[in-house]
T-cell receptor
Framework: EPEVTQTPSHQVTQMGQEVILRCVPISNHLYFYWYRQILGQKVEFLVS????????KSEIFDDQFSVERPDGSNFTLKIRSTKLEDSAMYFC???????????FGSGTRLTVV | QKEVEQDPGPLSVPEGAIVSLNCTYS??????FMWYRQYSRKGPELLMY????GNKEDGRFTAQVDKSSKYISLFIRDSQPSDSATYLCAMRAFNKFYFGSGTKLNVKP
């Protein structure tokens, strides 16, 4: 079963620091997404990425967030100046060909202190 | 009005019970309907995927979609303690997905 791999599994950072969350998506998949889930709350859309550019972003995805595909395989989410409220699980997801649902990674737990 | 409404539970049932999980939605553009299972501190895992109205069965799981009522259901037969998790409904319109808040299910041995 193809997997989406995320690293690190857990990151603790000080408020104001920059973090980069990494994802290795399933090869040959075209659409990439970042979602976040604050503890006990719903999964929230952040951004979608297609053909090496952002196709859609939510109101959560403000100027402190950015996404890249630096080397054609990895897919990163950068948070420039972290805030306490950025503490959450961040999930990378692929949309498979045919659009049949997402495959999610196991997530990165970000804790901002 | 929220795009997708889902009762958060928790729902507690004895082992072997039939479980019914439900979501309602407001957007008529939704055409693809999914159920995900999420164990604590893990990523959601796709369980069922249906397109448009109708039923789909996979082992102990049955997904139902009623587009006229804007209502979807997931039934779990012969529930097991390993089914204890949070179940998320999700719906797709164009290339955007909308998730319910999840229902926490506890199956007691």
């Amino acid at each position: 079963e193809p997997e989406v791999t995320q690293t690190p599994s857990h990151q603790v950072t000080q408020m104001g620091q920059e973090v980069i969350l990494r994802c290795v998506p399933i090869s040959n998949h075209l659409y990439f997404y970042w979602y976040r889930q604050i503890l006990g709350q719903k999964v929230e859309f952040l951004v979608s990425f297609y053909n090496n550019e952002i196709s859609e972003k939510s109101e959560i995805f403000d100027d402190q967030f950015s996404v890249e595909r630096p080397d054609g395989s990895n897919f990163t989410l950068k948070i420039r100046s972290t805030k306490l409220e950025d503490s959450a699980m961040y999930f990378c997801a692929n949309l498979g060909q045919g659009g049949k649902g997402y495959t999610f990674g196991s997530g990165t737990r970000l804790t901002v202190v | 009005q929220k795009e997708v409404e889902q009762d958060p539970g928790p729902l507690s049932v004895p082992e072997g019970a039939i479980v019914s999980l439900n979501c309602t939605y407001s957007n008529s553009a939704f055409q693809y309907f999914m159920w995900y299972r999420q164990y604590s501190r893990k990523g959601p895992e796709l369980l069922m995927y249906t397109y448009s109205s109708g039923n789909k069965e996979d082992g102990r799981f049955t997904a139902q979609v009623d587009k006229s009522s804007k209502y979807i259901s997931l039934f779990i037969r012969d529930s097991q303690p390993s089914d204890s998790a949070t179940y998320l409904c999700a719906m797709r319109a164009f290339n955007k997905f909308y998730f319910g808040s999840g229902t926490k299910l506890n199956v007691k041995p």
